[in-house]
């Protein structure tokens, strides 16, 4: 068992348990998934820039990305029917708490003045955040990368409001902008 997943069912389930005061243990909020996600519709015209986009996915998700395509043409975009135009991972289980392990306690402090990640919900308990560059993940090897690419990752949880979403995430460990959480907390 990873050492996140060990620590939310010893510490963080019973912190939730005692904030909210759930009557049913079933109602407890956890982690369902993540979602990281690429837009690659500037490397979909490279085929080799794609590939790398992928690869480099592959390796800091550890396992294989699958290949969104576009629905329709667009002629102002320059976009084809079925055009393949960016990638995502599904993680679960142990890869989801170890990725999450590694954000964020590796990836977090490699990122340039970084001072916490904003505190905004979707409004339905999950929470999505963006990334500039993939090269603050210590698997890309610099010197092959030849593009920054950015990428989205979405927490998506089980928990009812956001208010449930940010403490779940908080007390796993994510580094939240300290501002943020004290008026949110006073609120």
Do not use: W
Request: net charge positive.
């Amino acid at each position: 068992m990873s050492r996140l997943k060990e620590r939310y069912h010893k510490e963080v389930k019973g912190a939730l348990q005692k904030k909210f005061a759930y009557a049913n243990p079933m109602k407890i909020p956890r982690l369902n998934k993540v979602i990281i996600s690429m837009g690659l519709a500037e490397a979909s015209k490279d085929k080799n820039s794609f590939q790398e986009a992928l690869n480099e996915l592959t390796m800091l998700s550890g396992q294989k990305p699958l290949t969104t395509k576009s629905r329709k043409a667009i002629a102002g975009f320059k976009l084809r029917e079925f055009q393949a135009i960016g990638a995502k991972v599904t993680l679960r289980g142990k890869r989801m708490f170890d990725f999450i392990d590694r954000l964020f306690n590796i990836v977090s402090p490699r990122i340039r003045d970084f001072r916490g990640f904003p505190l905004k919900c979707d409004g339905q308990g999950n929470y999505s955040l963006g990334l500039e560059e993939q090269v603050i993940f210590p698997e890309v090897d610099l010197d092959k990368v030849k593009r920054t690419q950015g990428m989205n990752i979405t927490f998506v949880t089980n928990a009812e409001t956001d208010n449930e979403c940010v403490e779940l995430l908080r007390l796993l460990g994510m580094p939240f902008k300290q501002s943020t959480i004290n008026s949110s907390v006073n609120q």
